[in-house]
C-alpha cells in the first residue's frame, strides 16, 4: 500500500511537468502572436539571433518565449517534442530553432538571410496568415513575366527535373552510338534490347548512389548556411557554361565527355557484351558527371531545404531517376520497333544539343537563384 502511495505521489509530481510541456506545444500551435525560440547557452548562431529577435519585438510588439536546452533537461524534453510534433528529421535537429504557429524555422545566420526567414513567418502568423506561405514566385524571362508555385509538390518536381535531365546530350550520344554499332555487326533485336536496358539500368543505378552520396554530403556539411552557398554557386557556374555553349559553342570550357575518356568507353562498347556495357555504364556516369551533375544536384538542394532525408530522400531520389531514364528507354523502343533509324536519331541529337544545354542551364541558374534567397 506504501509503494502504491508513493507510485501515486511520484506522478502527480510529473504531471505539472508533463502539462507544461503538452502546454507549450499546444500554445505554439494555436496562439500565431507567440514565437518560442529555443537556443543552447554557448551557440554562437543563438547568440547572433538574440539581438535580431529584440528588434523583432519591437517592430512588431511580438510575444518571444525561450527555453535554454543545452543546460536544462526539462527543456530539451519540451524541445523534442516540438521537433517530433513539426516533423522535422533528426538529422535537421539543433538550436537555433523558432516555432510560430504551425511554421518554423531551424538555424540563424544573420538578419538578411535566414532572418527574412523568420521575419516573414513572425509577420504572416501576426496576420492570422499562418498557414498560408508565399506560394507564388514572380520573375521575368525573355521579356515575359512568368509565375511558379512555391507549393507544387516534391513528386512533381522531381519527376519534371528528371525527365528533363533525361534529355542529356551526352548519355544520349554514348547509347545511339551503342544502339547504331549493334545494328552494324547484325546483332538479333533481342540482344539490342538486353544491351539497350541493362546500359539505361546501370545509368540508373549509378546515379541514384550518387545522389544518395549528395544528399548526405549536404546533410553532413549543413545546408542552411555553407551547403546552400556552394550548391548554389556550383548551380549558377554549370548552368552559365551550358548557356555559353549555346551562343558560343567552342569558346571557353565546354561540359561533355572528356576526349581522354572517349577511346575507353569505345573500346567497352564495341564488345557488346552484358558485362562490358555494365563497366560502360559505371565509367560513363563519373566521366561525364560534368555534364550531368546541375539538375541532380538542384533537386538534392530542393530536398535539403525541405528538410527531407533517410527513407523519403530515398524515394524521392529513386522517383527522379525513374523519369530520368524514361527518356533513354523511349530512344530504346523506338529504335527496336525501327520507328526511329539510328541515324536519324543523332541527327536529331545534333540539332537539339544546343536548346537542351540552354534548357538545361536556364533552369540550374533559375533553382540556384530560389534555393539561394530561399524562394523554395
Known sequence: MKKLMFVVLLSLLFIPLVLAQNSCLEDAKTN???????????????ADAEPFLQELEEKYNLKVISHETWHNSSNQKIFEEFLVSYNIPKNSWGV???FMGSRHVIGFDNKDSVGKNIEEMVSQCLENKCDEKQ???RFSLFGKNLEIS????????????????????????????LLSYLFTISASKKKILKLGLVFSFVIFLVYVLIMLGLINLVSFIGFRGLGRVIISVVLIVIGLINVKDFFFKGFGPSLEIPKFARPILESYLKKA??????????????????CTLGLPLAYVGILSEKAISGFSGFFYILWYNLFYIMPLIMIIFL?????????????????LRKYMKLTGGLLMIVLALALLFGWL
Do not use: M, W
Open 150 to 177: 512555391k507549393e507544387i509538390p516534391i513528386v512533381f518536381v522531381g519527376a519534371v527535373l528528371g525527365f528533363v535531365d533525361g534529355f542529356n546530350p551526352c548519355t544520349f550520344a554514348i547509347l545511339i552510338f
Open 335 to 351: 529504335i527496336y520497333f525501327f520507328v526511329l533509324e539510328t541515324d536519324k536519331a543523332e541527327h536529331y541529337r545534333q540539332k
Open 273 to 290: 557484351t552484358v558485362p562490358a556495357i555494365i563497366i560502360l555504364a559505371i565509367i560513363l556516369s563519373f566521366v561525364e558527371l560534368g
Open 96 to 98: 537555433p530553432a523558432f
Open 32 to 46: 500565431s502572436g507567440v514565437l518560442y525560440f529555443f537556443y543552447g547557452d554557448g551557440c554562437l548562431h543563438c
Open 135 to 137: 506560394s507564388i514566385i
